[in-house]
Nanobody, 124 residues
Framework: QVQLLESGGGLVQAGGSLRLSCAAL????????MGWFRQAPGKERDFVAD???????TYADSVKDRFTISRDNAKNTLYLQMNSLKPDDTAVYYC??????????????????WGPGTQVTVSS
Protein backbone atom coordinates (compact mmCIF):
# COMPACT_ATOMS: atom_id res chain seq x y z
CA GLN A 1 0.00 0.00 0.00
CA VAL A 2 0.95 3.63 -0.54
CA GLN A 3 -0.10 6.42 1.84
CA LEU A 4 -0.10 9.87 0.23
CA LEU A 5 -0.33 13.36 1.69
CA GLU A 6 -0.61 16.58 -0.30
CA SER A 7 0.57 20.03 0.80
CA GLY A 8 1.19 23.46 -0.65
CA GLY A 9 -2.34 24.59 -1.41
CA GLY A 10 -3.62 28.03 -0.55
CA LEU A 11 -5.07 31.30 -1.79
CA VAL A 12 -3.39 33.05 -4.71
CA GLN A 13 -4.31 35.85 -7.10
CA ALA A 14 -4.93 35.19 -10.76
CA GLY A 15 -1.64 35.09 -12.64
CA GLY A 16 0.23 33.82 -9.61
CA SER A 17 1.97 30.53 -8.92
CA LEU A 18 1.84 27.69 -6.42
CA ARG A 19 3.78 24.46 -6.02
CA LEU A 20 1.97 21.46 -4.65
CA SER A 21 3.78 18.53 -3.08
CA CYS A 22 2.62 14.99 -2.44
CA ALA A 23 4.65 12.92 0.00
CA ALA A 24 4.47 9.15 0.05
CA LEU A 25 4.50 8.38 3.77
CA UNK A 26 4.44 4.64 3.25
CA UNK A 27 4.95 2.31 0.34
CA UNK A 28 7.24 2.08 -2.66
CA UNK A 29 6.62 5.43 -4.33
CA UNK A 30 9.00 4.80 -7.21
CA UNK A 31 7.05 1.73 -8.31
CA UNK A 32 4.00 3.68 -9.47
CA UNK A 33 2.83 6.05 -12.14
CA MET A 34 1.74 9.14 -10.19
CA GLY A 35 -1.02 11.54 -11.09
CA TRP A 36 -2.68 14.79 -10.08
CA PHE A 37 -6.44 15.30 -10.22
CA ARG A 38 -8.66 18.18 -9.18
CA GLN A 39 -12.26 18.58 -8.18
CA ALA A 40 -14.18 21.85 -8.10
CA PRO A 41 -17.41 22.19 -6.07
CA GLY A 42 -20.29 20.42 -7.76
CA LYS A 43 -18.08 18.98 -10.50
CA GLU A 44 -16.44 15.66 -11.25
CA ARG A 45 -12.87 14.86 -10.37
CA ASP A 46 -10.75 15.71 -13.41
CA PHE A 47 -7.34 14.53 -14.58
CA VAL A 48 -4.60 17.16 -14.47
CA ALA A 49 -1.34 15.36 -15.22
CA ASP A 50 0.60 12.18 -14.65
CA UNK A 51 4.23 11.12 -14.62
CA UNK A 52 5.68 7.68 -15.27
CA UNK A 53 8.58 6.11 -13.46
CA UNK A 54 10.75 7.03 -16.43
CA UNK A 55 9.75 10.68 -16.13
CA UNK A 56 7.44 10.76 -19.13
CA UNK A 57 4.44 13.03 -18.64
CA THR A 58 0.86 13.57 -19.79
CA TYR A 59 -1.17 16.75 -19.29
CA ALA A 60 -4.77 17.81 -19.62
CA ASP A 61 -5.18 20.40 -22.37
CA SER A 62 -6.48 22.94 -19.86
CA VAL A 63 -3.17 23.03 -17.95
CA LYS A 64 -0.63 22.31 -20.68
CA ASP A 65 2.12 24.97 -20.83
CA ARG A 66 1.08 26.31 -17.40
CA PHE A 67 1.56 23.33 -15.05
CA THR A 68 4.56 21.06 -14.67
CA ILE A 69 4.50 17.69 -12.94
CA SER A 70 7.71 16.21 -11.57
CA ARG A 71 8.84 13.58 -9.10
CA ASP A 72 11.82 12.95 -6.85
CA ASN A 73 11.95 9.22 -6.19
CA ALA A 74 14.79 9.62 -3.67
CA LYS A 75 12.54 11.85 -1.58
CA ASN A 76 9.35 9.88 -2.27
CA THR A 77 7.71 13.12 -3.38
CA LEU A 78 5.57 14.24 -6.30
CA TYR A 79 5.26 17.90 -7.33
CA LEU A 80 2.94 20.09 -9.36
CA GLN A 81 4.26 23.52 -10.29
CA MET A 82 1.31 25.71 -11.26
CA ASN A 83 1.95 29.00 -13.06
CA SER A 84 -0.34 31.60 -14.62
CA LEU A 85 -3.16 30.45 -12.38
CA LYS A 86 -6.74 31.26 -13.31
CA PRO A 87 -9.92 31.37 -11.22
CA ASP A 88 -11.04 28.24 -13.11
CA ASP A 89 -8.12 26.38 -11.50
CA THR A 90 -9.84 26.68 -8.11
CA ALA A 91 -10.38 23.16 -6.78
CA VAL A 92 -9.25 20.56 -4.32
CA TYR A 93 -6.14 18.94 -5.78
CA TYR A 94 -5.43 15.26 -5.19
CA CYS A 95 -2.43 13.10 -5.89
CA UNK A 96 -2.92 9.46 -6.77
CA UNK A 97 -0.95 6.35 -7.63
CA UNK A 98 -1.60 3.75 -10.32
CA UNK A 99 0.25 0.62 -11.42
CA UNK A 100 3.41 1.43 -13.41
CA UNK A 101 2.35 -0.14 -16.72
CA UNK A 102 -0.45 2.42 -17.03
CA UNK A 103 -0.17 6.10 -17.93
CA UNK A 104 -2.36 8.79 -19.41
CA UNK A 105 -5.30 7.20 -17.58
CA UNK A 106 -7.85 9.94 -16.95
CA UNK A 107 -10.42 7.86 -15.08
CA UNK A 108 -10.16 8.44 -11.33
CA UNK A 109 -11.56 5.03 -10.44
CA UNK A 110 -8.59 3.37 -12.14
CA UNK A 111 -6.18 4.75 -9.56
CA UNK A 112 -5.31 2.62 -6.56
CA UNK A 113 -4.25 5.11 -3.89
CA TRP A 114 -5.24 8.70 -3.08
CA GLY A 115 -4.24 11.50 -0.79
CA PRO A 116 -6.84 13.51 1.16
CA GLY A 117 -6.41 16.58 -1.07
CA THR A 118 -5.30 20.19 -0.71
CA GLN A 119 -7.40 23.27 -1.51
CA VAL A 120 -6.27 25.73 -4.16
CA THR A 121 -8.22 28.96 -4.48
CA VAL A 122 -7.45 31.48 -7.21
CA SER A 123 -9.00 34.90 -6.80
CA SER A 124 -9.76 37.20 -9.73
Amino acid sequence: QVQLLESGGGLVQAGGSLRLSCAALRGTFSSYTMGWFRQAPGKERDFVADIRRSGGTTYADSVKDRFTISRDNAKNTLYLQMNSLKPDDTAVYYCAAIRPDLYGVRTPTAYDYWGPGTQVTVSS
